[in-house]
């Protein structure tokens, strides 16, 4: 029994059930200093993972194969436990305006993790699924967090009633795989893929699994929850759907179609083309006369989820090293995207638009930093959503010497990618040139924030820069899969 | 201290000083001032010692000193920063710190008052670095990086007064039609890159030098790009219009940047890649037309008829800063002339002097402006010499310089240049010309602003400016008198491999070398005499009455005019770009109108604009139809794949 791979995990919980202890304990008015501790657990649990990746020769297996700790698990891990960091330290500058208890929203958001953590080891349909609804169930009340307020209400029962449609389609499939399969072990899974790829009831299975996992990952058919729900929860919860609930379903996507059935994968390769498509074409498009940051952000989020299934259609490792590349980056930009968002909904009451005039004098880090993370979800170079972009249509315009349809997809991507320009640059020029209110106090930002903010900034340029790095443990994350 | 440190060192700084003064001291004059005085000095010092350390100036040919750092290394073009020490460049440091240095000090007089004193001297300590950066450069990448530089640094000190239109413009002006040249430099560089490998100047020597064909058929099309850039920052004819421009610029700018070091790094380049132009004549098929005409041909006759041209338009000047800026243009069309004749070292020498002298004339010009309250119309001077006597002087030991006279300076580097011309008969007679008219606009200068009765109430009432301005002049006025004995044309001769460097070792006395020309070429030391006492003649019959108006244009007519306006080329210009620019802004205006803003722009944006809106009407906020898509994209999905 290898317990200690599971050690993040149990550490999470742990935190989790102690920050509910203290709740009692610790005034009010500190609790916020909760967040802050169990920031800086969590970071140094991603610190842990990230020293992990290095000294793990073979995958490690527990609870009877169940779950398993390979290069793939371990970089999605590094990367929920530096979402967690953000999210937690943004939760904690918000504690206020959250309405109820601040530590159960930190205590939740750990649950979450944790369930992201498992979510990225599951070799098995149960504890994936066990793993998955962790954490949808802590994101159904994350969603509506804050009580007295409608829309979040609002958001929070559409999260959940689609949420849950989602979930059973899932689990319907599941049942489907086990009844054609008759396990469900991954790598049992695996070793007979050839022979259960052909079976029509496996086959469906399969398909249902899939579309509860593109719920997760926000695109074509099941993306059409993520504006409403983004607008309305708090903006830590909407950055933590963004990125930490979408790369929970981005991994098992990348293990079901790489690892375990890559046959399926082959056979349904113009289906994860059309869903990119149309994710990308859908995503860039509505967002156009967006007027709200956070709903912008949704439907970006579609078509960043898009740009994830174009990694993963192009069925190849480096098609899928240049997903993990791409949430990577995709990380950084949308938290420091979040927190500008959260600092600005807080401080000036709204997050439309209008409100973001004048801001580079009211408040030139949260301006510039906005200004970059647009810039870079753009894929401007040399910043950091360049390169995932770039990598993605890379690994494409690979595969399109075997088959010319992905040459068309890779045009339809550039597309969407041209149609972005379009309102990331509308944010920055409501940012910069917009006529401003005659309101010019200056926006005060907290030093927890402040230091946030210039670590995503400076994610976001040294991954620009300095790509080797992380691409280099992408590769290697990705080498065990069956491509 | 190893000599490669010593150069790091004297690189580094003016860009410490400018950076300082930027980041630090700006709002403290003095102290600004004070921190790059300091830093012209130490790294003139340090040029002292390193010129002392390493060797001193005579460095044979091929024999130098790299210190380098790995640059950038990219698809095959490898660069290094480095630096190059032979006698060529130690010469140079030498005089551009020295000159340097002498117009640091004047400055401080100079500008004293001015708002801005601190960004004059951050931006002087940041052309000071650009400048030292060329000298001192090893390869062609890093010499066309500081050459830019340099071209920033000019442009914010000619618009130094940006507030005045005409600086604003003309600031402008210096810098598009450098970037003309610099944009043929660069193309230069990047044919020798393609075909040779490296941009090295001791790689690109030795190649050529092993196999002369290296270059193909892109030998001469590569130099007389590479001159492109010389032509644009030495200011030779076609891209000579900006030069009197710069006059807008404070009088030490001008003395500094567009007499003594920035227009000489033209002068200063072509001799560096004087091996790129030796090479047979060579052209592409396309241009066969030219086959026979080298690029030192090219060279020659662009130096000769920048020089020509540029006299004839000193002679109609009043402006006294214009007046020394066409004259800078005409010395420097010598310079090129002597590098076109394949004496690089002749130019070089010329270089140096000149750097002295000028730098000597422009000071002592805007000592008189000084002293006039801002006039620099040589028709309201006068009367000069009893008020302004250290002034006078110096400025008249600058003009007995420039005009070639022994035993000064200008007169032995002169010479040089006109014995290299000896072999082309119409160039000699050219550059002969020239020296006439070159005396001849220098004492009307002399004549009608320095002496006589004063023309005007300010010139009557003028005083003698700061010392702190007059030290500069009488170290500016020793070195004019005296270059020409300090042994640079050998050192330069030496270090360039010319032919007749190891014979002569200059031993035979100080009076020996005051009549060395009149011994080796004579013909060039006599007939240059000659000409410069028949431009003084013609002076002093026309001015040396002291007329209150210039006689000369009711002598010449319309070609005084003509010399007056400087020949047009600025209306030429402004009618070809007009035109130029009226057909592209048509076309563009065209092609905007109707292909781009019509059918791409409106009609694309037309038409995600529909989608867009389109597409919100499919979010209805309604949960049911949420889940009715969801579902029906699940079964839809289910069909294709299944059935």
Not at chain 1, 35 to 46: D, K, P, W
Not at chain 1, 172 to 180: D, N, P, R, V
Not at chain 1, 373 to 396: E, N, T
Not at chain 2, 46 to 62: D, K, N, Q, T
Request: charged letters at 10%; one cysteine or more; proline letters at 4%.
């Amino acid at each position: 029994m290898n317990l200690w791979l599971l050690g993040p995990e149990v550490v999470l919980v742990l935190l989790g059930l102690s920050l509910l202890m203290m709740d009692g304990v610790v005034p009010t008015a500190r609790r916020r200093l909760l967040g802050h501790a169990s920031a800086a657990v969590v970071a140094v649990l991603c610190l842990y993972a990230l020293s992990g990746h290095a000294g793990l020769p073979e995958p490690g297996y527990a609870f009877g194969r169940m779950f398993v700790l390979d290069g793939l698990a371990v970089f999605f891990k590094a990367l929920f436990l530096c979402a967690g960091v953000f999210v937690l330290l943004l939760a904690a500058d918000m504690g206020d305006r959250l309405g109820s208890g601040v530590t159960e929203y930190f205590v939740l958001t750990l649950f979450a993790l944790a369930g992201m953590l498992l979510a990225a080891s599951a070799n098995n349909f149960a504890v994936m699924y066990v793993a998955l609804e962790l954490i949808t169930v802590a994101f159904y009340v994350l969603t509506s967090y804050q009580r007295s307020r409608v829309a979040s209400l609002e958001a929070g029962v559409k999260y959940l009633i689609l949420g849950a449609l989602s979930s059973a389609f899932m689990v319907y499939g599941i049942a489907l795989c086990f009844g054609a399969s008759g396990t469900m072990q991954f790598d049992e899974l695996a070793a007979k893929s050839a022979e259960l790829a052909e079976n029509r009831l496996f086959q469906v299975g399969m398909l249902l699994v899939l579309g509860g996992l593109a719920f997760k990952v926000a695109v074509f058919p099941f993306q059409i929850w993520a504006p409403d729900v983004y607008e309305g929860s708090p903006a830590p919860t909407t950055a933590f759907l963004a990125i930490g609930s979408k790369a929970a379903g981005v991994v098992l996507l990348v293990r079901l179609l790489g690892g375990v059935i890559p046959e399926l994968g082959l056979k349904w390769e113009m289906l994860l083309m059309v869903v990119a498509a149309v994710s990308i074409l859908f995503g860039s498009l509505s967002a156009i006369p967006q007027r709200s940051l956070k709903r912008l952000m949704g439907y970006s989020s579609i078509a960043n989820g898009g740009f994830v299934v174009l990694g993963l259609a192009a069925m190849s490792k480096a098609g899928s090293a240049a997903v993990l590349f791409y949430l990577a980056g995709y990380l950084f930009t949308v938290l420091t995207a979040f927190l500008v968002v959260a600092v600005v909904v807080e401080r000036l009451g709204t997050d439309d638009f209008s409100a973001l005039a004048g801001l580079h004098q009211r408040s030139p880090l949260l301006a510039g930093a906005l200004a970059i993370s647009m810039v870079s979800l753009a894929g401007v170079p040399p910043l950091v959503g360049f390169f995932g972009k770039f990598l993605v249509l890379k690994a494409l315009v690979e595969q399109g010497t075997a088959l010319p349809s992905y040459f068309v997809l890779g045009g339809i991507a550039i597309i969407g990618v041209v149609i972005s320009f379009w309102y990331y640059f509308g944010v920055v020029r409501a940012i910069y040139w917009n006529q401003g209110p005659e309101e010019t106090s200056p926006v005060v930002v907290p030093p927890v924030i402040r230091m946030a903010l210039v670590g995503g900034v400076l994610g976001i340029l040294f991954l620009g820069l300095f790509p080797g790095s992380v691409w280099d443990a992408a590769v290697a994350a990705v080498a065990l899969l069956k491509f | 201290m190893q000599p490669e440190t010593l150069a790091w060192i004297i690189l580094a700084l003016p860009l410490l000083s400018a950076a300082g003064i930027t980041l630090f001291t700006r709002r403290n004059a003095g102290l600004s001032a004070a921190v790059s005085v300091t830093a012209v000095a130490a790294a003139f010092v340090a040029s002292v010692l390193l010129v002392l350390s390493y060797r001193g100036l005579h460095i044979p040919a091929g024999e130098c000193l790299i210190a380098s750092v790995n640059w950038l290394n990219v698809g095959g073009l490898s660069v290094e920063l480095g630096l190059r020490l032979d006698s060529l460049s130690n010469v140079m440091l030498l005089g551009v710190t020295g000159v340097g240095l002498m117009i640091h000090i004047y400055s401080c007089g100079y500008m004293a008052g001015d708002p801005s004193y601190a960004r004059f001297f951050a931006s002087l300590s940041l052309f000071m670095f650009s400048m030292l950066g060329i000298v001192l450069a090893s390869n062609f990448v890093m010499m066309f990086v500081f050459w830019e530089l340099v071209g920033v640094s000019s442009y914010l000190l000619i618009g130094f007064w940006f507030e005045r239109p005409a600086a604003a413009d003309a600031a402008k002006k210096a810098f598009l039609t450098n970037r003309i040249g610099d944009f043929g430099f660069l193309l230069g560089i990047i044919a020798v890159w393609a075909s040779l490998g490296t941009v090295d100047f001791l790689d690109l020597q030795r190649a050529l030098a092993a196999d002369p064909q290296a270059l193909g058929a892109f030998a001469s099309l590569a130099g007389v790009l590479v001159f492109m850039g010389a032509m644009g920052k030495s200011a030779q004819f076609p891209l000579h219009v900006w030069l009197p421009d710069a006059m807008e610029g404070p009088t030490p700018v001008s003395a500094l940047i567009h007499a003594a070091t920035m227009v000489a790094a033209g002068v200063y380049m072509l001799a560096r890649s004087f091996f790129l132009f030796e090479l047979a004549p060579a052209w592409p098929e396309s241009l066969g037309f030219l086959s026979g005409i080298s690029a030192l041909d090219v060279i020659a006759w662009t130096g000769g008829i920048t020089s020509l041209m540029a006299a004839l338009m000193a002679v109609q000047q009043s402006d006294i800063k214009r007046i020394l800026a066409y004259s800078t243009l005409s010395q420097l069309g010598y310079m090129v002339m002597a590098v076109g004749c394949a004496r690089p070292e002749a130019g070089m020498y010329h270089l140096v002097t000149h750097a002295f002298f000028k730098a000597l004339l422009f000071l002592g010009a805007g000592s008189v402006i000084h002293a006039l309250h801002h006039e620099q119309d040589i028709w309201k001077m006068g009367g000069l010499r009893s008020r302004l006597p250290v002034t006078y002087w110096t400025f008249l030991v600058g003009t007995l310089a420039l005009c070639g006279v022994p035993p000064f300076s200008g007169f032995y580097s002169k010479d040089g240049i006109l014995a290299a011309a000896e072999t082309r008969p119409v160039l000699f007679g050219l550059a002969l010309v020239v020296a006439a008219l070159t005396t001849f606009y220098m004492f009307r200068l002399v004549l009608v602003a320095l002496r006589g009765e004063p023309r005007d109430a300010a010139a009557s009432h003028a005083h003698e400016s700061p010392s702190v301005m007059l030290w500069p002049l009488r170290f500016l006025a020793i070195a004019s008198v005296f270059a020409g004995f300090w042994g640079i044309d050998t050192a330069l001769k030496r270090g360039l491999g010319m032919a007749g460097a190891s014979g002569h070792e200059d031993h035979g006395g100080f009076l020996a070398g005051v009549f060395e020309p009149f011994g080796h070429a004579p013909l060039a030391a006599f007939l240059g005499l000659f000409a410069t006492g028949i431009g003084f003649a013609v002076a002093w019959t026309l001015y040396g009455s002291h007329p209150v108006r210039d006689p000369l244009p009711e002598r010449l007519g319309p070609l005084a005019r003509w010399m007056r306006d400087k020949f047009y080329f600025d209306e030429a210009y402004a009618w070809l770009i007009r035109c130029t620019h009226d057909a592209l802004a048509a076309v563009a205006d065209w092609v905007d109108r109707w292909i781009v803003a019509g059918m791409f722009v409106r009609g694309l944006a037309g038409a995600t604009d529909v989608a867009g809106r389109a597409l919100r009407l499919v979010l209805t906020g309604n949960l049911q139809t949420y889940a009715f898509l969801a579902a029906a994209g699940m079964v839809v999905a289910l069909w294709i794949v299944v059935l």
